[in-house]
C-alpha cells in the first residue's frame, strides 16, 4: 500500500462562513467522485489551506460536518505571493491506496481550474512525468 497526494482547489466569491463550507464540501465531493475508491477510512491526513484573504471559516470544518471525524485535519494559510489567485481553498488529501499516481484524479474547481488546467474537471487521469 502507498499514501498518494490528491489534490484540488476551489474559489469563492465572497471571505463568509457559508460560501467557505459550501465550497469545500463541493470540492471534496468531487474528489470522492472522481475517485470512486476513496474512503475516508483510508485518509492518512488532509491539510486545507487558504489565501489570506479567506479567514471567518475553517475548511476542516465542511470535511466534519461530511462526517470526517475520524481523519487528521489541519488548516493553514497559503503563502501571499503577489498577483495569485484570491480567495482559494486548496487541499491535499494524503491517500493510503494500491493505485498508481497516474491513476488518481485531482480536481480543480472554478477559478481554481487556472492554477492547474491539465487537471480540470474535464480531464481524467494523468501521466506521471517522468524525472
Not at 85 to 107: D, F, G, P, S
Request: neutral net charge.
Amino acid at each position: 500500500m502507498f499514501v498518494r497526494g490528491i489534490r484540488g482547489a476551489t474559489t469563492v466569491q465572497q471571505d463568509t462562513p457559508e460560501e467557505i463550507l459550501t465550497a469545500t464540501r463541493q470540492l471534496l465531493h468531487e474528489i470522492n467522485k472522481s475517485n470512486p475508491t476513496l474512503n475516508p477510512a483510508d485518509l492518512a491526513g488532509v491539510l486545507f489551506t487558504v489565501t489570506n484573504d479567506l479567514k471567518t471559516a475553517f475548511p476542516a470544518q465542511a470535511a466534519r460536518q461530511m462526517g470526517w471525524d475520524l481523519v487528521p485535519l489541519m488548516c493553514a494559510q497559503e503563502i501571499p505571493v503577489p498577483n495569485s489567485l484570491k480567495r482559494c481553498i486548496r487541499v491535499l488529501l494524503l491517500w493510503n491506496t494500491e493505485l498508481a499516481q497516474n491513476e488518481i484524479t485531482h480536481v480543480y474547481l472554478g477559478e481554481a481550474a487556472s492554477l492547474r488546467p491539465e487537471f480540470t474537471q474535464t480531464t481524467t487521469k494523468k501521466e506521471v512525468p517522468k524525472c
